[in-house]
């Protein structure tokens, strides 16, 4: 049981847009930043957002990122085929002394 | 170029210790938190623990307490976690991470994880 609680599994066409949610609590995303990870298949997680809503150089501005309360939103446009990942969010929980916790994960299917 | 190299696949029988490291290159080694993340197989992200290897500071995660250790050698610039008796639940990928924590005032800072190492695949079977 993940500490941030996302969707199994979301799927979409080509080209359309999808939007993955992580909720959370006031411990966690409440009060501390979000981040993004994509794992492709057979690779490790790789940063995607950071601070709710930054992109690191290299990510196409196709990813963003929103915050609103204690819960994330990662948003895809223009999906592609090799968007094809799981996605997870993470963050910190003040409550934890190690302190970061991840979501469960997002299988994305491009249809 | 900031890299975090792990060390090889390992293959280990119920009940033996392990080390596996984690070397980091092309940053102050010293100045960032590296971290560990393990993914069963087929399962999602579990955070582990922390170290800060300028001064040894580790924490751990409430699962993993008891279970692992992780250490540091600042003058390798190597990370470790380490099990004295593994078990087959142990079985996963994984993997170390470098933390930043950029501060925004008024206390308020950021963390997450911007290089992750390739992953080191623990086997445990009899």
């Known amino acids: 049981q993940s500490v941030l609680t996302q969707p199994p599994s979301v799927s979409a066409a080509p080209g359309q847009k999808v939007t993955i949610s992580c909720s959370g609590s006031?411990?966690?995303?409440?009060?501390?930043?979000v981040s993004w990870y994509q794992q492709l298949p057979g690779t490790a997680p790789k940063l995607l957002i950071y601070d709710n809503n930054k992109r690191p150089s290299g990510i196409p501005d196709r990813f963003s990122g929103s915050k609103s309360g204690t819960s994330a939103t990662l948003g895809i446009t223009g999906l592609q085929t090799g968007d094809e990942a799981d996605y997870y969010c993470g963050t910190w929980d003040s409550s934890l002394s190690a302190g970061g916790v991840f979501g469960g994960g997002t299988k994305l299917t491009v249809l | 170029e900031v890299q975090l190299v792990q060390s090889g696949a390992e293959v280990k029988k119920p009940g033996e210790s392990l080390k596996i490291s984690c070397k980091g290159s092309?940053?102050?080694?010293?100045?960032?938190?590296i971290g560990w993340v393990r993914q069963m197989p087929g399962k999602g992200l579990e955070w582990m623990g922390i170290?800060?290897?300028?001064?040894?500071?580790?924490r751990y995660s409430p699962s993993f307490q008891g279970q692992v250790t992780i250490s540091a050698d600042k003058s390798i610039s190597t990370a470790y976690l380490q099990w004295s008796s593994l078990k087959a639940s142990d079985t996963a990928m994984y993997y170390c991470?470098?933390?930043?924590?950029?501060?925004?005032?008024?206390?308020?800072?950021?963390?997450?994880?911007?290089?992750w190492g390739q992953g080191t695949l623990v086997t445990v079977s009899s």
């Open positions: 991470v470098r933390k930043v924590t950029p501060y925004y005032g008024s206390g308020s800072y950021s963390n997450y994880f911007d290089y």
């Open positions: 170290i800060y290897p300028g001064d040894s500071d580790t």
């Open positions: 092309g940053y102050s080694f010293t100045s960032y938190w």
């Open positions: 006031s411990s966690n995303i409440g009060n501390n930043y």
